[in-house]
Each structure stands twice: as C-alpha cells, then as structure tokens.
Antibody, heavy 116, light 107 residues
Framework: EVQLVESGGGLVQPGGSLRLSCAASEFTFSTYSMTWVRQAPGKGLEWVANIKQDGSQKYYVDSVRGRFTISRDNAENSLYLQMNSLRAEDTAVYFC?????????WGQGTLVTVSS | EIILTQSPDTLSVSPGERATLSCRASQSVSSNLAWYQQKPGQAPRLLIYGASTRATGIPPRFSGSGSGTEFTLTVSSLQSEDFAVYYCQQYDDWPGTFGQGTKVEIK
C-alpha cells in the first residue's frame, strides 16, 4: 500500500522559514510527478507546487512563487517544500500527493501555523 | 485560472436517499475533472477521475458525469460513511484548481 508521510510542520513567525518533508514508500517514487496541496483551517484545497519525476521541471501557484521551493531526492524517496518569507495566509495543513493531474494517494498532512 | 463553482454548499440527505452534487467550470475543462471525498481530520480520497471513471476501490453507488463546463457527482443511496465534504478538481489547465466543496450532511 502506498504510503506518504509528511513532517516538518509547526509554528513559525511571519517572515520565517520552514522545510517540509514527505517520505514515500511502497511505490516507485522516481517514476511519479509529485505535488504539494494545502488547506487553510476550515477552508478548501489549493494546489501549491508540482515537480516532475526527475526534478527537471517545477511549477508553482502564483501566491507562493519566489518564496517556496519544491525539490525531491529520488534516492531517498523523499519530497520537500522549502518555505521562506512565510505569511499568515500560508497557515494551512500541507499534504503531499502522488501525481500531477489528479491524486490517488495523499499523506495525512502536516500543519504549518504562521503567527507571532 | 479556471474557477470551479460547486452547488449546493450544503446538502441535507437522509440515509438511503440519492445525492446529486454539481460542479461548474468557468471555462471548458473537457473531461479533465476529478471528485474527492474528505472527512474531518483526514486527507481527501479520490472518487472519480476523467469525469466519470471510478478510482480503485470506490463502490458503484458513486458515479460521475458531464464534460466541458458542467459536471455531476451522484451517490445513488447514501450510506452513513458517505456524509462528508466533496470537492471537484480540474486538471485541464495549470494550476489545477478545486471547487469550494459541498458538505453532505444527515437530514
């Protein structure tokens, strides 16, 4: 069974940085595009960033472009999201999801809270 | 950015009844539309992709239809475990976008 386990969330001050990780198992990680999706408390879902299988192409939603960086380590079966210059509106549960278009596997999410 | 509008925001249904949820796109997304179910504190679960193809393990009481800008998710006979929030998502254009969700609650 596919497993995706996020970590690295927590409380950070506005302007601060955080790095999220997603450990993947039980599938051939290097052959799948991967995506980060977030959900603000009590709100809907928002596509954040996507990375191609070999890491050669990366896509970001406008609201995070220039502040967030998606990366992956296929040798470690891991996905990352480096988040800089965090804002209150970045407060959300961040999910990693397998795929680029629709998502048949999701992690349980990690909560990021941006507050002073 | 393609806007997806779901209706209604909340649907009150009795167990065993049919539920019909709608999703309208601001421009055509062809059949590049998925539906998800989300329960409190859980990640979304893929139900339907390609507008009408059930994902692995999804029971046949869930069905999807539509193309272009109008889509429907139907749950033929609601079970207790089906009360949740449902989201549509388009993947025809970047960035993929989600609807605001429809909450299906017990009547």
């Amino acid at each position: 069974e596919v497993q995706l386990v996020e970590s690295g969330g927590g409380l950070v001050q506005p302007g601060g940085s955080l790095r999220l990780s997603c450990a993947a198992s039980e599938f051939t990680f290097s052959t799948y595009s991967m995506t980060w999706v977030r959900q603000a408390p009590g709100k809907g879902l928002e596509w954040v960033a996507n990375i191609k299988q070999d890491g050669s192409q990366k896509y970001y939603v406008d609201s995070v472009r220039g502040r967030f960086t998606i990366s992956r380590d296929n040798a470690e079966n891991s996905l990352y999201l480096q988040m800089n210059s965090l804002r209150a509106e970045d407060t959300a549960v961040y999910f990693c999801a397998k795929g680029k278009s629709f998502f048949d596997n999701w992690g349980q999410g990690t909560l990021v809270t941006v507050s002073s | 950015e393609i806007i997806l509008t779901q209706s209604p925001d909340t649907l009150s249904v009795s167990p065993g009844e049919r539920a019909t949820l709608s999703c309208r796109a601001s421009q055509s997304v062809s059949s590049n539309l998925a539906w998800y179910q989300q329960k409190p504190g859980q990640a979304p679960r893929l139900l339907i992709y390609g507008a009408s193809t059930r994902a692995t393990g999804i029971p046949p009481r869930f069905s999807g239809s539509g193309s272009g800008t109008e889509f429907t998710l139907t749950v033929s006979s609601l079970q207790s475990e089906d009360f949740a929030v449902y989201y549509c998502q388009q993947y025809d254009d970047w960035p993929g976008t989600f609807g605001q969700g429809t909450k299906v609650e017990i009547k």
